[in-house]
């Protein structure tokens, strides 16, 4: 059984070659922000408690962090729309809100979580003509390429070889992060109930891609239980 199949590959003695990596809980991706996730205010209790668990011996945030000019935002597209989608450099291209400004309240690391262990924080889609879902990889730039952010680099030298990877949005910045990683050769595992969705009709079509690249899915409870 798949449940059993989990608990045995997260049992301890792999832990020392584990990471955490928490994706962009920011004030503008939770209710009432500027790209505010649904429910993604459910995640921060139980994320509290796992950064507060020492399960993991390394843990690595990120946060988007964009400047006001950047290429993702409707305001910088003459007659368009939040939710618009055009073609950029090739690549289908959703437009959103202005979200995650630098150094604006809602780039802010939400305080609930206790950051205290967080080794690193990476930041990504500061380029003004490239977004970027994945903390590994940033979108599409207009050469055509996906210019790496140094993530995969940073936990490869660290002896990373697993990655669990939890937060929002489970649509594009988790997925792509955990595709990313698994094209990087890492073991990858999703913590299902650590993520929510902007488009919540999302999870079943994210839950068969995961599945398809590889990458295992567990719950939080899965994760306790199998390192108790
Ligand atoms: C994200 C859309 C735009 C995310 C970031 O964190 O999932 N989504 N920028
Ligand atoms: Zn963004």
Redesign the pocket.
């Known amino acids: 059984m798949r449940a059993k199949a989990t608990k045995e590959r997260t049992s301890l003695p792999d832990q020392e070659f584990t990471a955490l990596l928490v ?2 809980v920011q004030y503008d ?1 939770l209710p009432g922000g500027a ?1 505010g996730v649904p429910d993604g205010d459910q995640i921060l209790a139980p994320l509290s408690r796992l950064l507060s668990s020492n399960v993991f011996p390394l843990i690595v945030a990120t946060q ?1 962090w964009h400047p006001p000019n950047h290429v ?1 935002f409707a305001s910088n597209h003459r007659d368009k729309q939040p939710m618009d989608r055009i073609m950029l450099y090739g690549h289908e291209q959703t437009l ?1 809100p202005d ?1 995650c400004i630098q150094g604006t309240h809602g780039a802010k690391l939400h305080p609930g979580p206790d950051w205290t262990k967080v080794a690193a924080i990476i930041r990504k889609a500061l380029d003004p003509t490239t977004d970027s ?1 994945s903390a590994i990889r940033n979108n599409w730039n207009p050469r055509g390429v996906r210019p790496p952010t140094g993530l995969a680099g940073y936990l490869k030298n660290r002896r990373i070889e697993r990655i669990f990877v939890c937060g ?2 489970l649509d ?2 988790v997925k792509w992060t955990a595709e990313d990683a698994i094209d990087e050769g890492f073991e990858v595992t999703v913590i299902w109930d650590l993520c929510r969705a ?1 488009d919540s009709s999302a999870s079943e079509y994210v839950r068969h891609d995961l599945a398809e690249r590889g990458v295992e899915v567990v719950t939080l409870a899965d994760l306790f239980e199998a390192v108790k």
Do not use: G, K, P, Q
Request: hydrophobic share 55%; glycine share 0%.
């Open positions: 994706v962009d991706f790209l988007d993702s959103w979200h879902y929002l949005a594009f910045c902007i």
